[in-house]
């Protein structure tokens, strides 16, 4: 058990013996914000405190005349308004790093508690390049995604694509008159863009037009043969163009669930609401009105518009039913930009209306904008909007750049595979690093610099670390595992490196807790510190034994870290760079 854990089940029974009734739930050990006062902290006895209207500072004192810590930590102390710091043993931190350099654990564990969460990211949409917007949401979906796997809950992702809605009149009257067939093989996408922009901008000067793409929508609704054979094609080369970036960023989706799928359903849910009494007839369309939460008073949501159509909202409330019915989640994650809260919070109001047995936890975990360097709007130099696969394809091309300037010497085509690990891993990273809610500025040079909180230089800090290997001829099997038990950890870098390595598992559910895959980020980079402390105080091929075993173990174990946090958040490592 990891060292925090068994600190969280002494200090436990410690509590069920001075307040035998207390919820033990919220009595929890995690890292000390300060490393001065302490390695762990825990708060909760304030809150247990403040509840029977005790002295917190003397409750604390009583709960600790009962602990037994063993000599897992140095004796406890109580500080400010009744917080309890922990300082573990030097001998207790080279215990817990010998039980995982024996395979023990990687300093997380699995939760006890496995739950299932459907996660549902990314959802472009049909006969549209994927935007900013969707980066965001594939990078951070994916990493939430790994992060909750690999603390052993149930994931399925379903990626909700828009496949349907009243774009496809448009984009059929364009698709029957001014199909370029050349220019569909060449680039389907910007075709299609093409087509719609075309029949756009003319039905703008010319209502007849309008009114054609009006009936070219209620044929495909209809079932109309040719309308919906054109849209199953669009459908199909937009999921290639998709497919193909899915692929690049190592993304995988259990199910892709489009729009359409829900269809069928929307006509049966909407006079469910309404003999319910949840949705009511107002101006000829069918609306859900709220009064709670207040910021939703005036803001009311259609299900059903007055000529009849559904909308986005109303999709969404069917896909509800479809994931609880089929999947019985315990929670569903949507993933998008700031501008759907509203949209998220009417969803989840009418759902707790009506379903109000239903256990489900729903979260709209939402996010900032992409920015251009100088704050604006992030653009093409044209002012276009920016293509996620021309960025990739910018990310790798700069990446080359910088690796054969670094090691010209390497073959080209491994040069390209570097280039293509950097270049994807600095954009994924630029995008997870900063709080997800907040815009950020999108700068090549930033992402891309090797010294810096980067995808770049945490890859390098892992692929320094085989080089010691390598110079040593340490193999694999040779790394310390064995020999484990001599763990020494004398110096204040190396038990300073040791204690962060002891974090990794209480990062990775505050991860997932908070939906912040920041948290990861900076303690990957503070780890690479603690690292470049280490190695640069302590010798590690010309120590003498038993150190260099130790030190290699120390190596070893941040190496495995860093690639396991790194591969979390969806980025790859190299063993050379
Ligand atoms: N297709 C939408 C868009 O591009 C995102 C869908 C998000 N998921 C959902 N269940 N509404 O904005």
């Known amino acids: ?95 817990a790093l010998a039980a995982a350099a024996r395979g023990d654990h990687l300093f997380f564990e699995k939760t006890s508690q496995p739950r299932t969460i459907v996660l549902d990211f990314s959802s472009p949409n049909v006969a549209k390049p994927m935007h900013v917007g969707h980066i965001r949401s594939t990078i951070l979906g994916e990493a939430l995604a790994r992060t909750l796997r690999l603390l052993g809950h149930r994931v399925i992702t379903d990626n909700h694509v828009g496949d349907w809605g009243t774009q496809f009149g448009k984009l059929i009257v364009g698709w029957k008159r001014h199909l370029d067939k050349v220019g569909l093989r060449a680039d389907p996408i910007a075709e299609m863009e093409r087509l719609y922009l075309v029949v756009n ?10 009114e054609e793409a009006r009936q070219e929508l209620v044929k495909l609704q209809a079932g109309d043969e040719t309308n919906l054979a054109i849209w199953r094609e669009m459908q199909a080369l937009s999921q290639t163009q998709f497919g193909t970036i899915y692929q690049r960023l190592g993304v995988k989706f259990d199910y892709t669930l489009g729009e359409s799928f829900y269809n069928p359903r929307l006509a049966s849910l909407v006079q469910e609401l309404r003999v319910k009494g949840i949705a009511r007839e107002s101006e000829g369309a069918l609306v859900v009105f709220f009064d709670e939460p207040p910021q939703l008073k005036k803001q009311p949501a259609i299900i059903q518009k007055r000529d009849g159509a559904y909308n986005y909202a109303t999709t969404d409330l069917a896909t509800l039913a479809h994931r609880l019915e089929t999947w019985h989640p315990d929670e569903i994650i949507y993933i998008t930009g700031g501008p759907q809260q509203l949209h998220f919070q009417q969803i989840f109001s009418t759902f707790r209306r009506w379903h109000p047995e239903a256990k489900i936890k729903l979260a709209h975990v939402w996010f900032g904008s992409i920015l251009g360097e100088k704050g604006k709007a992030f653009k093409t130099r044209t002012g276009g909007a920016i293509r996620l696969s021309d960025l990739l394809d910018e990310a790798e091309e700069r990446a080359y750049g910088v690796v054969s300037e670094k090691s010209p010497e390497l073959p080209e085509a491994q040069r390209r595979e570097i280039a293509r690990i950097v270049g994807i891993g600095a954009v994924k990273y630029a995008d997870l690093l900063p709080n997800r809610i907040t815009d950020y500025v999108f700068s090549w040079d930033k992402m891309l610099a090797l010294n810096g909180n980067t995808a770049p230089y945490l890859q390098y800090a892992y692929a320094r670390i085989q080089s010691i290997f390598r110079k040593g001829n340490v193999e694999e099997g040779q790394r310390g595992g064995g020999q484990a038990a001599a763990l020494a950890l004398g110096a204040p870098q190396e038990l300073a490196l040791g204690k962060h390595l002891l974090n990794f598992g209480l990062v990775l559910e505050a991860v997932a807790e908070d939906y912040r895959p920041n948290f990861l980020c900076n303690y990957l980079y503070e780890l690479a510190g603690c690292f470049t402390g280490f190695y640069e105080n302590c010798p590690v091929l010309k120590a003498a034994e038993p150190e260099r075993t130790s030190r290699l173990v120390l190596c070893d174990l941040t190496a495995r870290v860093l690639k396991q946090g790194l591969e979390v958040l969806g980025i790859e490592t190299l063993e050379q760079m």
């Open 201 to 210: 901008t003319a039905s703008e000067k010319d209502p007849a037009i309008l």
């Open 1 to 95: 058990m990891l060292p925090h854990r068994q600190l969280e089940e002494r200090l436990q029974q410690a509590v069920r013996s001075v307040l035998p009734e207390a919820d033990l739930s919220s009595v929890l050990v995690r890292t000390c914000p300060d490393p001065r006062y302490g390695d762990y902290q825990a708060n909760a006895l304030m809150s247990l405190a403040k509840e029977r209207q005790l002295n917190p500072r003397e409750l604390a004192a009583n709960v600790l005349a009962k602990l037994d810590l063993g000599d897992l930590c140095e004796p406890a102390e109580v500080a400010g308004a009744g917080f309890v710091n922990f300082r573990l043993r030097p001998q207790a931190v080279a215990a």
